[in-house]
């Protein structure tokens, strides 16, 4: 009877102190997955389940969008025989073969809108001046969920390298207001990548 | 006797299934906050403790850097004397007096190192043509662990806007190289925001 007793007090307090820590658990968890992030360019030949890419394109998003145009679209490469054409002279193909699904994060970069001293006019389109911002945002997110998820990934820039962009902008057809702004490969990582720290208290001012 | 074991036994379950949460939880938590993310433009008295305005610039400077250049620095306001000249004519005013914290996102447009063909060689001063993406990542971290901590965050826009920027680079002396990139109010939230759901599947395209 007595070790029934303490045996439920044990449980208990390893009941409560699980939940203690679900409770203040968001921001550690949150937390150290930012600063676990890291890029990832060796995989395994696992793949990844569509139902993990598409949390991963959930994630990218749910970005902040400037005036909430949200002008990003996005093209899900896993058919590997269609890369040299799409990638052709991009020195991460190898990397871009070896990953589960190859994620080309796009931007347009107009808006069609009512002219904003008119709202009820027409809509015309214009340059937006910040679809970059957007897409950084985007990006970054959806190496948070990878890195979340247990899997790999690496931010590959695009925009603005001609040479990088125009051979995605010829194979996927993209319309002359669509640019091809990263490139990210995902997978199940191989080996054992590190984080980077990158904290440096000289970087900040006080006022 | 009976009672005492029944006890314990859910008293176990409940341990078992908090501890099986821990162990899933990391995905979990990490989506929902990116999901949870949101423009809060409307704060209490509040103020935030110092230990996590560093936890949010923690975040920040942990964002992926093309070239591992880390064109970031950041300034963080909390006198609110010096706010009418730093952000002169700024539309979000009203907005950074009521916050606890302002934190301006800097960006050195440059990078200085040895030329890429000569590693060995003086180092020279060229423009970084991928700073503008690094901010972008690390204005999110910012974000993403401001809502972790349940604060309230809003990413105003200050480059590429010349009106905006003039004043801070003006107020804050900032170096010619140096271009105050976003700026971000942090407090607590008044008031019950909600995210916005962008989920929107006509975005992908899969090959």
Known sequence: MKKTILFAAAALLLAASCCHKNATTTADAVMANI???????SY?????????????????MAAPSGMDIRP????VLTDKSQYDSVFEGNFNM???????????LCAD???????RDN???AAVTMPNPIWRDDMGAATENLLLAAEAHGLGACWTACYPF????????????LPANVVPYSVVPVGVPAGDNQPKDKWDP???RRL
């Open 35 to 41: 600063l676990s992030r890291k890029s990832v360019r």
């Open 44 to 60: 395994t030949a696992d793949s990844v389940p569509a139902a993990v890419i598409d949390n991963l394109l959930r994630a990218a």
């Open 72 to 75: 990003w679209s996005f093209v």
């Open 94 to 104: 190898r990397m871009f073969k070896e990953s589960a699904a190859v994620i080309v």
């Open 109 to 115: 970069t107009t808006v069609t809108r009512p002219p």
């Open 119 to 121: 709202p009820e006019g």
């Open 162 to 173: 001609a040479d990088r962009m125009d051979p995605i902008r010829r194979a996927l057809q």
């Open 202 to 204: 000289s970087r900040i």
